[in-house]
């Protein structure tokens, strides 16, 4: 709805603003002294306060093309970013945060395509996946990877009762046919899958086994022994 508003109705750019964040204090007529920082508990409640809530993370649109995007940050991110003011203002005299950030995530982003998706750093046509040189091993190639994020449009390739997954995140590559029961590490044989996804095929293929190794990584990561995890389990 309010993407239409801003199609309909489109509002201005909202100038640039850095600051800091104050923290409420008790005011020294409740106090008798002077202003004191709120006590934990009250600065809990404190925070649904239409002062303090315009600071929490917030993404809306203000006209078509055009994002309103508020974050709070630490000192470290708050330095990072004067850093990079500093470092580029020869590219950006004015300083604008937006640019700064623009040029991050394209390096950011990039970043992650080398390493997730295998794309190589200088452009140009990729190599071809060998036809079978990764088929016996679980290893997924990079070649391969960009095969089947192309043919999946980076999307979760999981087709349900109401359609495709919509999801984007948590990504992993999927053996349509699982490796344990001889499945080829192949494009034809790989699809892409979020984690939640994945793990459902899998389970639905491998049944219980599945399931009682999730049960023991869990187990393993919390320290338990699994004693009375089990017993928990048993009685619902």
């Keep these: 709805m309010e993407y239409l508003v801003a199609g309909i109705a489109p509002c201005p750019d909202i100038a640039p603003l850095i600051r800091k964040v104050p923290r409420p204090v008790i005011p020294h007529s409740l106090t008798g002294s002077h202003p004191r920082p709120l006590p934990t508990a009250a600065l809990a409640d404190s925070l649904s306060s239409p002062a303090v809530a315009s600071a929490r993370?917030?993404?809306?649109?203000?006209?078509?093309?055009?994002?309103?995007?508020?974050?709070?940050?630490?000192?470290?991110?708050?330095?990072?970013?004067?850093?990079?003011?500093?470092?580029?203002?020869?590219?950006?005299?004015?300083?604008?945060?937006?640019?700064?950030?623009?040029?991050?995530?394209?390096?950011?982003?990039?970043?992650l395509e080398r390493t997730k998706l295998g794309r190589p750093t200088r452009p140009g046509p990729h190599p071809a996946a060998p036809p079978s040189a990764a088929s016996s091993s679980r290893h997924v190639s990079a070649a391969i990877r960009r095969e089947v994020w192309?043919?999946?449009?980076?999307?979760?390739?999981?087709?349900?009762?109401?359609?495709?997954c919509s999801s984007t995140?948590?990504?992993?590559?999927?053996?349509?046919?699982?490796?344990?029961?001889?499945?080829?590490?192949?494009?034809?044989?790989?699809?892409?899958?979020?984690?939640?996804?994945?793990?459902?095929?899998?389970?639905?293929?491998?049944?219980?086994?599945?399931?009682?190794?999730?049960?023991e990584k869990w187990q393993r990561a919390s320290g338990d022994s699994g004693s009375g995890l089990l017993a928990r389990d048993a009685t619902g």
């Design 169 to 215: 995140a948590f990504l992993e590559i999927h053996h349509v046919v699982p490796f344990a029961a001889g499945g080829k590490t192949v494009t034809e044989n790989l699809s892409l899958r979020c984690r939640a996804h994945n793990g459902l095929e899998a389970e639905k293929f491998f049944g219980e086994r599945v399931r009682r190794s999730r049960r």
């Design 57 to 111: 993370p917030t993404i809306a649109p203000l006209a078509p093309e055009r994002y309103l995007i508020k974050v709070t940050v630490g000192a470290e991110t708050h330095a990072k970013l004067r850093r990079a003011q500093d470092l580029l203002r020869h590219a950006v005299p004015d300083g604008d945060p937006a640019a700064i950030i623009d040029r991050g995530l394209t390096l950011l982003i990039a970043q």
């Design 150 to 164: 192309a043919r999946d449009d980076g999307r979760c390739a999981f087709v349900g009762a109401e359609g495709r």
